[in-house]
């Protein structure tokens, strides 16, 4: 189940709000501070595990060159299909 964050734009509290599939269309989205109905999502930040091994293969980034551009790629290492 996706956990979103959002910020209220009235007050600013920021809450945490899991949503399912099967109550999307019926979820109330309302400030659990003052019960505003004007919210935002955030961008939240991701945490992840690779193991317990930590001297295994890190994460790395691809550069190219994309036109005038520089893209990057973030190449997670784990196993594949």
Known sequence: MPIYEFRCLQCGNIQ???V???DSDALE???NSCEGKDLERLLSAASYSMG???SGP???VSTKTCG???CGTLNIPG???
Do not use: Y
Request: glycine share 0%; with cysteine.
């Open 29 to 31: 989205m309302k400030c």
């Open 16 to 18: 945490e709000i899991i």
């Open 79 to 81: 196993p594949t299909r």
């Open 52 to 54: 317990a091994d930590r």
């Open 58 to 60: 890190k994460p790395s």
């Open 68 to 70: 005038e551009n520089t």
């Open 20 to 22: 399912t599939r099967s």
